[in-house]
């Protein structure tokens, strides 16, 4: 699961003004997507490039990969 390093993006968005809505309409997603990332509840592959993209910033300072227990 690719979860974000929720307090740098959220000061990256304010930093620029951007709401969470804002964020949304210029990636392309819905709002609930930003929401649930900037929860540290994961996201796709491509929201987070999108999001590195739009930050400049490299993958390794906005999110880390967490593997989830397999449940078995």
């Given at each position: 699961m690719i979860v974000a390093?929720?307090?740098?993006?959220?000061?990256?968005?304010?930093?620029?003004?951007?709401?969470?809505?804002?964020?949304?309409?210029?990636?392309?997603?819905?709002?609930?997507?930003?929401?649930?990332?900037?929860?540290a509840k994961g996201t796709s592959p491509r929201t987070a490039k999108a999001i590195c993209d739009f930050f400049n910033l490299p993958f390794e300072e906005l999110f880390t990969i967490v593997e989830q227990p397999s449940g078995r």
């Amino acid at each position: 699961m690719i979860v974000a390093n929720t307090k740098l993006l959220k000061t990256e968005r304010v930093k620029r003004g951007l709401s969470k809505t804002d964020l949304a309409k210029k990636l392309g997603v819905n709002h609930s997507v930003i929401v649930r990332v900037e929860q540290a509840k994961g996201t796709s592959p491509r929201t987070a490039k999108a999001i590195c993209d739009f930050f400049n910033l490299p993958f390794e300072e906005l999110f880390t990969i967490v593997e989830q227990p397999s449940g078995r």
